[in-house]
């Protein structure tokens, strides 16, 4: 179940407060408007709540203004005219919100019409004029009180000194319902508020902007299992951890005479392409298939230029057939500066997606880029989170680290802490308790130690 949020806590005051206010009034005045006012205009952000409320204080006094001259006109229609009277109130509902409009504040027309039928309406407990001044009295008394419930905070810490990165697929990323609202609006508050976050992703640059455009990102992300840096703002690659053309040429030699297929990714002039032979299996061909249909993927038939630069190598293959392709390359001149990777999330269980790095494509080794190339940021603490094993170099050279409630047992044991939920939320919500803890809240501390001091 979704966790009560601080705006219900708030409105709920704010309620009881306008309520109080009616009972110290000896119960004069009509207290659904003060409270209505004070549930409406509490909102989320403070400048929203503020915006909100100017809309509804002017909706109120040109609905009270107009509906006070339509019951003046009104007192000499007769009883019997019950049509025309109806009618008169209907149309007045056009200089009612015109007048908005005319004053640049149409977010207060609905607010305009509702306060003039309200007034025109009245069951007659109190004299038009009273009624008036009780309706917009009241919803102003509503207004004022939420505004002042809303700008208290609780006392909190500020802790900028801290850099966020989080996995993206099973970590912040959910498959079947992508980032949550709550997620996007709080890490979107976060980076306006300046917190230092990024995401650290196997995909391609490509293939995560798609589902990120909702995110308000400042700084590059780490993607391709950290192969690259890469800047969402001006779409360009700011680093990049490719094999070396001999190393290339060797692998694809090997390859070759294997007579065996593969995807090779190349950088080439800030685009990542694709490029792919004829299929030698059905799960080449479904991943061909599925990949292709994103307008984010360069694929192209045929052999990769000399000037680019190659940034993995991708074979699906069999279990065993991954296993003795690996051994052979490993044998290969300069094959220590290799690094493999296996996926088995997108394949049946004989099969495997068998990646080929250079040894610095992790994503520790460009985490430790980023920071060190963004002024300002070389004393941060990092806290990260992870799920996958290719997140345990980042994990265990962090500061702090979690992992996801369905992380991988060798993720587990690799980090501080590990959260109770599975979904991103859970990741979100940390992230804003130590970010801005509350003043009595303990601060979480490392309780590992890393992989370097357990070398030493």
């Given at each position: 179940m979704p966790k009560i949020g601080m705006r219900m806590i708030k409105t709920s005051i704010a309620v009881a407060i306008c309520l109080m206010i009616y009972l110290l009034r000896g119960k004069q005045g009509a207290p659904v408007f003060s409270t209505i006012a004070a549930v409406?205009?509490?909102?989320?952000?403070?400048e929203n709540s503020v915006k909100v409320a100017i809309n509804r204080i002017i909706g109120t006094l040109i609905g009270a203004m107009i509906g006070l001259l339509v019951l003046a006109v009104l007192r000499f229609v007769p009883a019997e005219y019950e049509v025309v009277y109806h009618m008169m109130i209907s149309i007045a509902i056009i200089p009612a919100m015109y007048i908005t409009v005319v004053l640049k504040k149409t977010g207060a027309a609905a607010m305009a019409g509702v306060v003039l039928l309200s007034v025109t309406l009245s069951d007659g407990l109190y004299p038009p004029l009273t009624g008036a001044f009780y309706r917009a009295f009241e919803t102003i008394i509503g207004i004022v009180v939420s505004l002042v419930v809303?700008?208290?905070h609780l006392p909190r810490g500020h802790r900028e000194e801290l850099f966020f990165v989080t996995g993206f697929d099973g970590a912040l990323y959910d498959a079947k319902k992508g980032i949550s609202p709550y997620s996007i609006f709080e890490l979107n508050q976060l980076l306006e508020d300046g917190a230092k976050f990024t995401i650290a992703t196997e995909r391609t640059p490509a293939s995560l902007l798609a589902?990120?455009?909702d995110l308000h990102l400042?700084?590059?992300?780490i993607a391709m299992d950290g192969a690259v840096l890469y800047d969402v703002n001006e779409m360009r690659y700011l680093a990049c951890n490719g094999i070396s053309k001999e190393m290339t040429a060797r692998i694809q030699t090997y390859l070759q005479q294997k007579n065996l297929h593969y995807f090779l990714n190349v950088l080439l002039q800030d685009v990542l392409l694709i490029y792919y032979q004829e299929f030698h299996n059905e799960e080449e061909q479904k991943l061909y298939e599925r990949a292709r249909s994103s307008p984010h993927r360069n694929y192209i038939h045929g052999e990769a230029p000399e000037d680019g630069i190659a940034v993995y190598f991708l074979l699906v293959l069999h279990m065993d057939e991954a296993d003795m392709v690996e051994k052979e390359i490993r044998q290969l001149t300069g094959a220590e500066?290799?690094?493999f990777l296996r996926d088995t999330s997108e394949t049946p269980?004989?099969?495997c997606?068998?990646?080929?790095?250079?040894?610095?494509?992790?994503?520790?080794?460009?985490?430790?880029?980023?920071?060190?190339?963004v002024d300002g940021m070389g004393?941060?603490?990092?806290?990260?989170?992870?799920?996958?094993r290719n997140d345990i170099s980042m994990l265990q050279w962090a500061d702090l680290s979690y992992a996801t409630a369905d992380a991988s047992a060798e993720v587990k044991a690799a980090v501080d802490y590990r959260l109770r939920k599975k979904h991103g939320d859970s990741i979100v919500y940390t992230m804003l308790q130590l970010y801005e803890p509350f003043v009595w809240q303990k601060i979480p501390q490392r309780r590992r130690k890393t992989i370097y001091e357990i070398k030493e």
């Open positions: 409406i205009c509490m909102q989320p952000q403070m809303n700008v208290i589902d990120i455009q400042k700084l590059p992300i500066d290799l690094l269980p004989e099969y997606h068998l990646k080929i790095y250079h040894k610095n494509a992790t994503k520790e080794v460009m985490l430790r880029t980023l920071l060190e190339g004393n941060r603490k990092v806290v990260a989170f992870g799920s996958n």
